[in-house]
């Protein structure tokens, strides 16, 4: 679109520059015969025909100070450093100078400082100069000739000695603009003639690179630089149109037929002087020439400004706005109207596409913006266009409530906007759950398939929309293929089931589903819907159940397309979305606890049973709840099968789990589900496991109708009677209350009984006269067996205590001797090197004798036989023992309880002393010890020579004087039970005189 068909604004109020103090007029340049300007840093820049600059500051206080000696020609104010660069001349006829000046420093006349003069003159023929421009680093300085030359200044633009200077172009045309820019870190030099437009691009090492970019100029005072909001172009005007251009191209055109005579850009805007057809009578007679000032907003397409000005010398832009400098030293002030403002006429006009692009190009704020969008649908709505009214709404997604514009669109002719509107919602991903829900009953509502697809089958996008929910409206509206696809890619497994089982009844669909999961899901999933699976599928299920339970891998083949429906609108994508996954290929078994699976065959015992005897064959192991839920099955089946081969089939398969040695059924619950059932093969096998004897015997006692029940109680008696003799008494109590002739079987427990002594004669007398038929004469044999059996057992007992008391007569005897006799020992070898004995040796009254040395090597203390002291030790150790379990009744009455012949146990108590009452007695010539046994020595025999004698007034455990310096060692014997008082039974004996030969 031209420019000249953009809308025209009035966004900038202009006024006569005044001064602030007084609000008069500004007045103070009207004797200055102007010559360039320039602005930047805070100020405005004028140079005058006579040499002069001058400065005007935001109080619009002017200052000058003399810079050339004849005219200022051109300034350039640079924007970010206080430098000015300026060329005039100082003599007539005489090339100009270029003159770069630092504002911050002055010198004593309080004028700035020159910092460097340098000749502006393009080569060896002189020429004016027609434009100026310096880059913001302060490295580059460009100037261009009529001639069509363009030097380039190098270096530092403030020292002339690290400068280089360059002629980098020379043309026909006459220079009319030079602008720099940084493109791809390097530096780009945009030059403008009358007849072209060339791109130099500075390039490392002093060296340049060309590029003619169009082969039309512009005049002079037409070119300049825009800003990022045009990405930093090159803009020229000619009278045709406006061009913009890139470093490597030319950009867009604009198409705008007029005689431009100025271009400028100012923030965003691009103003344009151009000649005006009408002229302004002076006062003198002569007509005025005016100029046209047209603002142009190139972003948002609109005419921003536009207003006739008397002869415009310059266009300044500074202190954030716009300063039209006239050539009648006139200075207008152009400000631009705040956004707000804009907007607001833009509101009143409804132009409200302006008004979005308008606040975008001035940053407006995000919610300022989305209120203009708002208003903008609002305008649209009222209008009955509500296609251009949701486009609207879309755009305040991002802010605006989403109820606001939902409430609008309900009513069922504006469905197809609300959708659209709440696809914009989900995918901005600020959808929740209800707009989910509204935006899928909006495509069932529809019955747009299409649309649901596209909204769904989402191969190469990310979700935008809460799956779950789409699930569940897909589900209620009956798109059973949409949902299955969204739980099937989304892991929503529980879901799929429940489609697949619930509503499409794909109960093998379902199963192969389950059998693609990993080891967890698929284990969770069969606990939840394996009951309805079993029902249904049974086959399958066991199946998959058998690989869950032992080794579960997953299976990687595609889920089966279901024939048995037609599918339109999304069976073929949905059937090339179901893709198998990928098999787990850890080492790691992974397996279930069948324990858990065979509640779900509840009403399926054939198929349990099926299972229960695939884990029991595959893993020998598996738990107790396995082998009884097996074994209460066969023992169901066995009890119930009326077919006599089935049912010897069956009970050997019992029997053969029974009697399996790795079969872990609990043996109690196992007894319970035979005994419930009636199996005896199963119950005699588990008694007799068990090691209940008895409960066999009871069993043949209570099933006594079989005539040969009697021998079985004989077998069981027999077989069993070695373990627990019991069971002949438990017999033999069973067939005396028997009036049936059981003669010969009682002759047999009697037989046992007697054997085993296992009851007095008495006992068995008492329970055999309760059965009628049995006389004396079974029972006479028994009788006189034992009788002479006790008859003997009391003999041998008289002839033991005739026995044990001349050995304890003996024993007081010896004891007696030992008191009052002396005691001659006679050995002659060594009892430890069996070599004869010599001087000095060792004697102990338990008749060991010793050499002195091998006593010493061998012996733990002095005081004991070293033969006779681990037997004593052993002795003593007994007797402390039963003096520490004396008191112990707690223990005895816990043995006591637990014993099975509490007899043995009261008996071994008494042999301990548990029952005796201690009484210590005290003599004055023994020391006794009722735990000691007494141990007699026998005569000690003296080693070679004559025998020892003691004195009748001396025991033999009496000192004996020592009359000779070579002595035997005499040593008592350990273990004698009464010693003179003076004397321990384990002192050494004393020394006596041995006769030398």
């Known amino acids: 679109m031209a420019l000249l068909q953009w809308r025209r604004f009035n966004f900038f109020d202009k006024e006569v520059l005044r001064n602030a103090e007084n609000s008069e007029l500004f007045d103070k340049l009207k004797d200055i015969n102007l010559s360039s300007s320039s602005c930047g840093r805070g100020q405005i820049v004028l140079g005058d025909v006579d040499g002069f600059i001058y400065f005007v500051d935001h109080s619009l206080k002017l200052t000058k100070f003399k810079a050339y000696e004849i005219r200022v020609i051109h300034l350039y104010q640079l924007k970010q450093h206080s430098i000015l660069v300026s060329i ?13 000046w630092n504002l911050d420093q002055h010198d004593k006349a309080d004028n700035p400082t020159c910092t460097r003069i340098a000749r502006a003159i393009p080569g060896s023929k002189p020429s004016k100069v027609s434009c100026l421009t310096v880059h913001e680093n302060l490295n580059c300085m460009a100037v261009g000739f009529d001639d069509g030359s363009v030097v380039l200044f190098r270096g530092d633009v403030l020292r002339e000695r690290h400068s280089k200077q360059k002629v980098i172009l020379e043309g026909q045309h006459r220079i009319t603009g030079l602008n720099f820019k940084t493109h791809n870190k390097n530096q780009v030099l945009f030059v403008a003639t009358e007849g072209e437009i060339i791109c130099i691009t500075l390039l490392p090492k002093d060296k340049e690179q060309k590029k003619l970019l169009d082969s039309h100029g512009c005049s002079l005072h037409c070119s300049d630089m825009s800003d990022f909001t045009q990405y930093n172009q090159f803009i020229i005007g000619r009278p045709d149109a406006i061009y913009f251009y890139q470093p490597e191209e030319r950009g867009q055109c604009l198409a705008f037929e007029s005689e431009k005579l100025q271009l400028h850009w100012y923030r965003g805007y691009m103003i344009i002087v151009g000649k005006d057809g009408q002229t302004v009578p002076r006062i003198g007679g002569q007509n005025r020439e005016m100029n046209v000032l047209t603002i142009y907003d190139i972003q948002n397409k609109f005419v921003a400004y536009s207003a006739p000005f008397p002869h415009i010398f310059d266009i300044l832009c500074e202190w954030g706005s716009l300063y039209i400098l006239t050539k009648d030293r006139k200075l207008f002030h152009l400000q631009e109207k705040d956004t707000q403002a804009k907007l607001e006429t833009l509101f009143k006009k409804n132009l409200y596409d302006l008004a979005v692009g308008l606040a975008q190009s001035q940053q407006y704020d995000q919610d300022g913006i989305v209120d203009i969008f708002r208003q903008y649908g609002d305008h649209l709505y009222s209008k009955g266009d509500y296609d251009g009214a949701i486009t609207q709404y879309i755009k305040t997604i991002v802010k605006l409530e989403a109820s606001y514009v939902i409430r609008k669109f309900l009513d069922t002719p504006r469905i197809h906007n609300l959708t659209a509107y709440l696809q914009a919602l989900h995918k901005a991903q600020l959808a929740t759950e209800d707009h989910t829900t509204l935006l899928l009953n909006c495509y069932t509502k529809l019955k747009d398939a299409s649309k649901l697809d596209e909204f769904i089958m989402k191969e190469d996008r990310e979700v935008d929309f809460e799956v779950e929910t789409a699930i569940k409206v897909c589900r209620s509206a009956g798109y059973f293929q949409h949902a299955t696809y969204l739980a099937e890619r989304h892991n929503q497994h529980d879901s799929y089931l429940k489609i697949q089982l619930e509503d499409i009844r794909d109960y093998a669909r379902a199963l192969d589903y389950i059998g693609k999961l990993d080891f967890e899901q698929a284990e969770r999933n069969m606990k939840t819907y394996g009951k309805v699976l079993i029902n249904e599928a049974p086959k399958q299920t066991t199946e998959l159940l058998k690989k869950l339970c032992t080794d579960y891998r997953p299976c990687v083949t595609k889920v089966a397309e279901n024939t048995t429906e037609s599918r339109q609108g999304v069976s073929a994508i949905c059937a090339q979305s179901l893709q198998g996954f990928i098999p787990v290929t850890s080492t790691r078994i992974q397996k279930s606890n069948a324990d858990e699976f065979i509640h779900i065959f509840v009403n399926n015992s054939d198929k349990l049973t099926e299972f229960l005897e695939h884990m029991i064959k595959v893993q020998p192991g598996s738990s107790p709840l396995v ?76 099933h006594n109708e079989s005539p040969v029940h009697m021998m079985h109680i004989m077998e069981t008696c027999k077989r069993f009677g070695s373990q627990d003799p019991n069971l002949w008494i438990q017999a033999l109590s069973y067939f005396a209350r028997k009036e049936d002739n059981c003669k010969q079987q009682i002759l047999e427990v009697l037989s046992q009984i007697d054997k085993s002594n296992l009851l007095p004669p008495l006992l068995v007398i008492q329970t055999l006269a309760h059965n009628s038929m049995t006389t004396l004469s079974v029972v006479k044999d028994y009788i006189v067996r034992h009788l002479q059996r006790e008859r003997d057992e009391i003999e041998e007992n008289e002839r033991l205590i005739l026995r044990y008391r001349e050995d304890t007569e003996k024993m007081r005897n010896e004891i007696e001797q030992l008191k009052t006799s002396a005691r001659i020992f006679q050995n002659q070898k060594c009892s430890l090197c069996t070599q004869a004995l010599d001087l000095p040796s060792v004697h102990f009254l338990c008749q060991h004798s010793f050499h002195h040395s091998c006593f010493e090597g061998y012996s733990e203390t002095e005081a004991e036989c070293p033969i006779c002291l681990p037997r004593n030790r052993q002795l003593l150790e007994t007797i402390r023992a039963q003096e520490q379990s004396k008191d112990l009744h707690e223990q005895f009455h816990q043995q006591l309880e637990r014993a099975s012949d509490g007899f043995s146990v009261i008996a071994d108590y008494y042999g301990r002393g548990v029952f005796n009452k201690v009484t210590f007695i005290t003599e004055p010539s023994t020391i006794s010890s009722p735990a000691q046994s007494p141990v007699v020595p026998k005569n000690p025999v003296q080693k070679s020579g004559p025998p020892l004698s003691y004195p009748d007034h001396l025991s033999p455990f009496d000192s004996a004087p020592q009359t000779a310096p070579q002595t035997q060692s005499l040593k008592a014997g350990s273990g004698a039970n009464a010693y003179p008082s003076h004397l321990s039974p384990f002192e050494t004996v004393p020394k006596v005189q041995k006769r030398m030969a």
Not at 88 to 100: A, C, H, Q, T, Y
Not at 639 to 644: G, R, S, T, V
Not at 668 to 678: I, K, M, P, R
Request: glycine share 4%; proline share 2%; aromatic share 8%.
């Open 627 to 702: 082998y009884n839920t097996l074994l209460e099955l066969h023992l169901h089946d066995h009890a119930h099968e009326k077919d006599i081969a089935a049912k010897v089939d069956k009970e050997r398969k019992i029997l053969d789990l029974l009697q399996n040695p790795d079969s872990c059924y609990d043996l109690d619950q196992a007894l319970v589900l035979c005994q419930l059932n009636n199996f005896k093969a199963g119950i005699l096998f588990l008694y007799e496991k068990a090691k209940l004897y008895h409960q066999i015997l009871r069993y043949h006692m209570e």
């Open 88 to 100: 005039g001349e100082d003599e007539e006829g005489i090339n100009p100078l270029i003159k770069v």
